[in-house]
C-alpha cells in the first residue's frame, strides 16, 4: 500500500484534491491511503506516510518539512500549482507514485 499524505494550510483546500487522486487510484485498482491534514498535524502523519506533498501555498515551509522527512525516510514536494489549481488528481498521484518508488 502506498500511504501519500497531502499538507495544506488548513488541511481544507487539498481534501477535494484527495477525492480527486482516490477517484484515479481506485479506477486504476491501486491500494492506496491517501489523506490530507492541516500543516502543523503533517509532522506526526509523517510517520505513517510514504510521501508528503504540501500545496504551493506552502512553498515557504518545504525547508523545515524536508528536514523532518529526512529523518523518517519519507520524501517531501510542492504539490504543481497548476494541477493543484486544476485539481488533477491523476496528475499529482503519479507524482506522489514517481516519488515513493524513487525513495
Excluded at 502506498?2 to 494550510?9: D, E, H, P, R, V
Aim: hydrophobic share 45%.
Amino acid at each position: 500500500m502506498k500511504k501519500i499524505l497531502l499538507a495544506c494550510s488548513a488541511g481544507m483546500s487539498t481534501s477535494l484534491l484527495v477525492s480527486k487522486m482516490e477517484e484515479v487510484s481506485n479506477e486504476r485498482e491501486l491500494d492506496t491511503k491517501i489523506w490530507a491534514v492541516a500543516q502543523d498535524k503533517a509532522p506526526e502523519d509523517m510517520k505513517e506516510a510514504d510521501v508528503l506533498l504540501i500545496g504551493p501555498q506552502m512553498r515557504f515551509m518545504k525547508k523545515k518539512f524536508e528536514k523532518i522527512g529526512e529523518e523518517l525516510g519519507v520524501p517531501v514536494a510542492v504539490i504543481d500549482s497548476v494541477a493543484y489549481g486544476r485539481i488533477d488528481g491523476s496528475a499529482v498521484l503519479d507524482h506522489a507514485i514517481k516519488l515513493i518508488d524513487n525513495n
